[in-house]
């Protein structure tokens, strides 16, 4: 009888880790995410008929993100949390982010680095802070 009685506290225990809600929805919704390119150039020191000189190896100039703030209260941080290449960067956006209107901001996170393409590995939601004080994170 106790053993029984033991097995269906461990059964509930488990029961109980896997009935946890999942993490709320981010209250910012982002519609693009694009890793930029710069093309070195080497200017010669005399004048050169053909313009300048490219290098082979694209870098990166930077990233843009384009969002929207679904939630109906505005917004005054939105951090984001980005992996390109395999370098996770932590990127933070300050203002005013009013409900439904879309951002579009430029960072310089990742310059530098060799491109190898506009699309970062992940781009997502961190957290947010209102102008009430309030936060949303995403548990990550």
């Given at each position: 009888?106790?053993?029984?009685?033991?097995?269906?506290i461990s059964s509930l225990a488990v029961l109980g880790v896997a009935m946890v809600a999942p993490a709320?929805?981010?209250p910012v919704a982002i519609h693009s995410c694009s890793v930029t390119q710069w093309?070195?150039?080497?200017?010669?020191?005399y004048w050169n008929p053909w313009g300048p000189v490219r290098y082979n190896a694209p870098v990166v100039d930077g990233i843009r993100i384009s969002y929207v703030n679904t939630s109906?209260?505005?917004?005054?941080?939105?951090?984001?949390?980005?992996?390109?290449?395999?370098?996770?960067?932590?990127?933070?956006?300050?203002?005013t982010f009013s409900p439904n209107v879309t951002i579009s901001h430029g960072f310089g996170n990742f310059s530098g680095d060799a491109y190898i393409g506009a699309r970062p590995n992940?781009?997502?939601v961190h957290a947010?802070?209102?102008?009430?004080?309030?936060?949303?994170?995403?548990?990550?």
């Open positions: 009888m106790q053993r029984l009685f033991f097995a269906s709320q929805a981010a093309q070195r150039v080497h200017a010669r020191p109906h209260r505005t917004a005054d941080r939105v951090a984001f949390l980005v992996n390109y290449r395999g370098d996770v960067q932590h990127i933070i956006d300050t203002g992940s781009c997502v947010v802070r209102y102008t009430d004080g309030t936060t949303w994170h995403s548990g990550r």
